[in-house]
């Protein structure tokens, strides 16, 4: 099965991390399908940048988002409405 899920970069204590589609079988930093998107939880407002065209292609054909990658999602949705 395919997860969307994040993909931890950056340093120690400086973490940023890719939105990803991957295997959900592989290692969390492990190779990845798709990369939608990044998140960088030191920055404060607006601290992600999604492709949503992607995310509902890829969950149209059945990937699960992870619990964060949900939020992050609906957060997008949210902003794009207020937009």
């Known amino acids: 099965?395919?997860?969307i899920r994040?993909?931890?970069q950056g340093t120690k204590d400086r973490p940023y991390y890719k939105?990803?589609?991957v295997d959900n079988r592989k290692r969390r930093d492990g190779r990845y399908i798709e990369q939608m998107g990044t998140y960088n939880p030191m920055l404060d407002g607006v601290n992600y940048k999604i492709d949503l065209e992607k995310i509902?292609?890829?969950i149209g054909n059945g990937a699960q988002p992870s619990d964060t990658v949900r939020d992050i999602i609906k957060k997008a949705r949210k902003e794009t409405l207020n937009a």
């Open 56 to 58: 509902d292609k890829w």
């Open 1 to 3: 099965m395919v997860a």
């Open 6 to 8: 994040l993909n931890r």
């Open 19 to 21: 939105i990803v589609a």
